[in-house]
C-alpha cells in the first residue's frame, strides 16, 4: 500500500514562503495533465518535479511540494492519468491501479518533459530534478537514463528496481550503464514489497556502471515509511527528508 486520501507528508510546514496553486499542462502528444505548482517566496533556481506513488496526485503531493518550496525549490507535483481519467480530485472508488496499468514510459516522459519546460519557462528553473515515489520512484530512477530532459539529479523513495511493474516501464537496474546523472536510491530495510536484496542488486549495477550515486536502506522501516502516519518511523523519515535536501544541494552546486 502507498499513500491513502488521508496520508501527509512527515515533513511540518516551515513558514509562509511558499505558496501553490493547481495549474493544467498539455505535453508533445497534447494529453492534458493536471498538476499542482509550489513557488517559493525566494527561488533558488532549482527545480523538484514531483512523481507520487500510483494514487497519482493526491494531497500527499500537494503538500510535499509545498515543502520543497518553503526549502526553496520551484516544486512540481503531477497526475498520471489524464490520457484515461478526469482530472483530481477523484471518487474514493476510483480504480488507481487499473488506469497505473494504463500508463506507457513514452506517455509518461511525455508529461515529464511537458513539466520539465513549464519549470525552466515559467519559473527559470536552470537545476532540475526529480523525486518520486514508489511508482513514481521507479519512473524517477528512469529519468537519469533520457539526456534529453537535462536533469541535475534523481530521488527516488521504495521504487522498483528491479524486473517487470505495473506497465511497461524497463526496470531500472537494466538501464544503468544509460544513467548520466546522480542517484539516490532510498528503501526500508523491512519493505515486504521490495526486498533489501534488489536495493543492494541496483546499487551494484550503479557501481558497476560508475554513476555518481547513494543508495540508503533505513532498517525496520516498512514500503512507504514516508509518511506522517508512521509515527513509529519518524527518525527515519526526517533522515531522510534532509538527505534528499543536501543531495539536492550537491547535485545543484556541481552543475553549475
Not at 105 to 125: C, M, N, P, S, T
Not at 136 to 150: E, I, Q
Not at 217 to 234: I, Q, V
Amino acid at each position: 500500500m502507498c499513500s491513502d486520501p488521508d496520508s501527509r507528508p512527515p515533513v511540518e510546514p516551515a513558514d509562509d514562503s511558499a505558496s501553490g496553486r493547481p495549474i493544467g499542462l498539455i505535453a508533445g502528444d497534447g494529453d492534458r495533465f493536471a498538476a499542482y505548482e509550489a513557488t517559493p517566496l525566494q527561488p533558488s533556481g532549482s527545480g523538484v518535479i514531483v512523481l507520487p506513488d500510483y494514487h497519482g496526485l493526491t494531497g500527499f503531493y500537494r503538500e510535499l511540494a509545498l515543502r520543497f518550496a518553503e526549502a526553496g525549490f520551484d516544486a512540481l507535483a503531477i497526475d498520471y492519468y489524464g490520457r484515461t481519467a478526469e482530472p483530481p480530485p477523484r471518487a474514493p472508488d476510483f480504480d488507481h491501479r487499473a488506469h497505473a496499468q494504463r500508463t506507457t514510459w513514452a506517455g509518461l516522459q511525455a508529461d515529464i518533459k511537458a513539466a520539465a519546460a513549464h519549470l525552466r519557462l515559467r519559473r527559470h528553473v536552470h537545476s532540475l530534478f526529480s523525486v518520486g515515489f514508489c511508482f513514481g520512484g521507479r519512473v524517477s530512477f528512469l529519468l537519469a537514463a533520457v539526456p534529453a530532459l537535462g536533469l541535475s539529479g534523481v530521488v527516488g523513495f521504495y521504487g522498483w528496481p528491479l524486473g517487470p511493474f505495473l506497465n511497461d516501464t524497463p526496470a531500472p537496474a537494466d538501464l544503468a550503464s544509460e544513467m548520466a546523472v546522480p542517484v539516490l536510491a532510498i528503501f526500508g530495510g523491512a519493505d515486504t514489497k521490495i526486498p533489501t536484496e534488489h536495493a543492494e542488486t541496483f546499487g551494484r549495477a550503479l557501481q558497476q556502471a560508475g554513476v555518481t550515486h547513494e543508495v540508503r536502506t533505513y532498517a525496520g522501516a516498512p514500503h512507504s515509511f514516508f509518511d506522517r502516519a508512521h509515527e513509529d518511523h519518524a527518525e527515519a523519515s526526517a533522515e531522510a527528508w534532509e538527505l534528499v535536501r543536501r543531495f539536492l544541494a550537491a547535485s545543484a552546486a556541481q552543475r553549475t
